[in-house]
Structure formats: C-alpha cells, structure tokens
C-alpha cells in the first residue's frame, strides 16, 4: 500500500473526500450528497482547524446521522473523507494518515 | 613461590603498589583480589610485562584493576608471566591510570556502584539519538534485572569502561536507575501474547525505535485500556495510532503505520 488517494477510496464504506489547502478546494463527493452550497462551510471549517503544527496526527470524527466525516489536519492542507457508518474506521484513520502525510510531502517539493 | 609483600587495596591502591614495584626494579607477579574479581601484574626490573584481569589482557587489565578501591594483595617474587602484553613505561601506564581515575571519580558521582540495575527510560527527551555500536550492545543488555557488572561480563567488556557507556546513557537521558524485580520484569514479558499481530507489531516497532519496544507496547496497551490479546481492529488501531504519534521521526512514525496498515487490511481481507 503507498497511502493514495485510491487506497482511501478502496476502503470499504468510503464515499469520498475533500482535500482543501490555503488556495485549492477538491471536492469528490458522490452526487446523492447535496454539496452545491457547501464549499463556503468547508472553506470556514478549514480556517477554523488548519494549524501551524506540521505533522499528521490530528484527526477529527464528526458523526452525523448516517455518515461520519473523519478529518485529517497537516499544516495547511486538511482532508475530509465522508464515510458510511458500517466503514472500517480503524483502517480509514490509519491509511488517511499515510495520504495527508503524502500530499504534504508533494505539496513541499 | 615466595610472598614478598601483602596489604589491603583500601590502604594502598593498586597505582601505588605498581610505582613501589618499579621504583624498587622488582620481578615477579603483583596479584589483587577485590572480592568479586581477581587479576595479576607482571614486572621484570620493575618493567610492567604483562596484567590480565578475568577476560582482559594487557594494560586495559591495569586501568581495570587501578579504579578498584578494596580488597587485598599480594606480590610473588620472581614469578614470571606466561606471555608479554605491555610495552610502555610505568610512567606511562600511571598516567592513564591517574586520567582514568579521575574520569572514575566522576562516574562514581553518578552511579554509585557496578550493582546498580538500570533500565529504559520510555520519557525520552531528545527527539533524535545516536549511538555507537558499543553503546547499542550495552543498551540491548539493559533491562531493568541486570547490573551494570553483569552486562560488563555478558560482553566482556572491562567495567571502567561499561560504566563510561553507562554515564553516557544516563547523560542522554535514554535509561534511568531502576530496580524491576524479575516477577515484575516476568509479568512484563507475559503481557505480550504471542500473536501474529504482537510479533508483527514489536518488529515494526523495534525498527522504528529499538529494543524499548516491547515496553512501550504494554504500557500504551495499559494507558489505552487495550487487551492485547484482542482481535478487534478498532482496538488495535487505535493502539497503533497512539504508538505512531510516540515514534519522534515523522518519516519512520509513517513507515511504521505503513507497515501496519498493510497488516491490519491483509488480516481484514483474510477474514
């Protein structure tokens, strides 16, 4: 496993992901989720949470009705991966790790 | 076999007792004893020849032997060694030993005896560490049952200079002085059941942190309230979550996360 996007959409139960960084918002979310109006929340909570601190670790679960919405922080770039219920969330949080770890890497070079 | 001359270390020490010899161009074999270890000097015209102490030979024997602070001796006039390891003058030889001393003495501020057991320090400070191969070696050794004598013997190392190791370890803050009776230090190894999961676990572990591992694990498992020998991944993850956040290098944190993530999805896909 090298930690790509891909591997996060492998995972059983992942619907999909927003990446936003300080300038770039890359929003994969399937279209039975109503996401026209929602870049504008994204781009708060993003200002809200981004921090300082580099390294990946942090990891915020937010469980709403029916899907759970795991965010990864790193530095300026954080990632939002929307998840069914019945999802193994060990292995999302364990392999959204590796790809924020990998986006930031690229995203340094 | 003639004894010349006999005395306790605690009243003339072994620096002392080789200068007396030189000076007076004696021959024949200085023997000490300090209770716990024994060794011998040889001196032809008051040259020093030869010394062995236990495994060590040559003029390590002699700094060896010159830090010892009792026990007893005695000189066998006219007994000749078997082989000849030093060729340096006494003067020579006294003055590494005074330099040895003194390194001793500051040693001996910190740890107080060859007795004391040691074991990891999981606090560590320093976010990177580097060690010698020697210090590497001792550290494996270290685990809160032997004594800083013991692991001297294991490798064979002279105990002046595992007690160097020893300062230098407690300098950088990776071991601390502590006594983990052997029920305690069992109960410890116990806890690690032997799963695939452990075992893969411990040696990606070890990769990214050393022989602390093992501790490390049970005391996270412990900290987390995680049984482990549980299968719930959910648990496990969690564990190897927390056990990555501890690794200080973020490159190796991620190797290792890697390697488990692969571990916990193969375990999942079997299932």
């Known amino acids: 496993m090298k930690g790509t996007i891909k591997d996060l959409l492998n995972i059983y139960g992942v619907e999909g992901y927003v990446i936003t ?9 399937p ?5 026209q109006n929602t870049k504008k929340q994204f781009r708060d909570l993003y200002k809200n949470i981004t921090e300082e601190k580099k390294r990946p670790g942090n990891i915020i679960e937010v469980y709403l009705e029916d899907v759970m919405v795991t965010i990864f922080i790193n530095g300026s770039t954080i990632m939002m991966v929307l998840s069914k ?21 690229a995203k340094d070079k | 076999m003639n004894i010349d001359i006999t005395g306790d270390i605690e009243k003339t020490r072994c620096p002392e007792i080789i200068k007396i010899l030189s000076l007076g161009k004696r021959t024949g074999r200085l023997s000490l004893d300090n209770g716990g270890a024994a060794g011998n000097i040889f001196f032809v015209d008051g040259r020093v020849v030869h010394a062995n ?15 010892w602070t009792s026990g007893e001796y005695a000189f066998f006039v006219d007994d000749a060694a078997d082989s000849a390891t030093i060729d340096m003058p ?15 003495d500051r040693i001996t501020s910190l740890i107080p005896s060859s007795e004391v057991v040691y074991t990891l320090d999981p606090d560590i400070k320093e976010k990177e560490i580097a060690l010698k191969a020697i210090q590497w070696r001792v550290l494996a050794y270290i685990d809160g049952t032997k004594s800083i004598a013991d692991i001297a013997n294991i490798l064979g190392v002279a105990l002046f200079d595992i007690m160097r190791i020893f300062y230098t370890l407690i300098k950088m803050g990776i071991i601390k002085e502590g006594h983990q009776d052997r029920t305690e230090k069992g109960e410890l190894a116990l806890s690690l ?3 695939p999961f452990i075992e893969t676990l411990v040696k990606a572990l070890t990769n990214a942190m050393g022989p602390i591992s093992p501790i490390i694990i049970v005391e996270t498992a412990q900290e987390l309230d995680i049984d482990l020998t549980t299968d719930d991944v959910e648990n496990l993850a969690s564990l190897i979550e927390i056990l990555s956040s501890k690794i200080p290098k973020e490159d190796i944190a991620l190797e290792f996360l890697k390697t488990m993530t692969d571990w916990l999805k193969l375990e999942e896909e079997n299932i």
Do not use: F, W
Request: glycine letters at 8%.
């Open chain 1, 21 to 29: 960084t300080n300038k770039t918002m890359q929003i994969k979310i």
């Open chain 1, 31 to 35: 279209s039975k989720y109503k996401t």
């Open chain 1, 85 to 105: 219920k019945g999802a193994n969330q060990a292995v999302l949080r364990m392999t959204g790790k590796l790809v924020i770890a990998g986006i930031a890497k």
């Open chain 2, 53 to 67: 102490c236990g495994p060590i030979k040559g003029a390590k024997a002699i700094y060896e032997m010159a830090t």
């Open chain 2, 90 to 104: 006494v003067d020579n030889i006294l003055s590494e030993v005074a330099d040895r001393i003194r390194q001793m």
């Open chain 2, 193 to 195: 059941p032997e799963t």
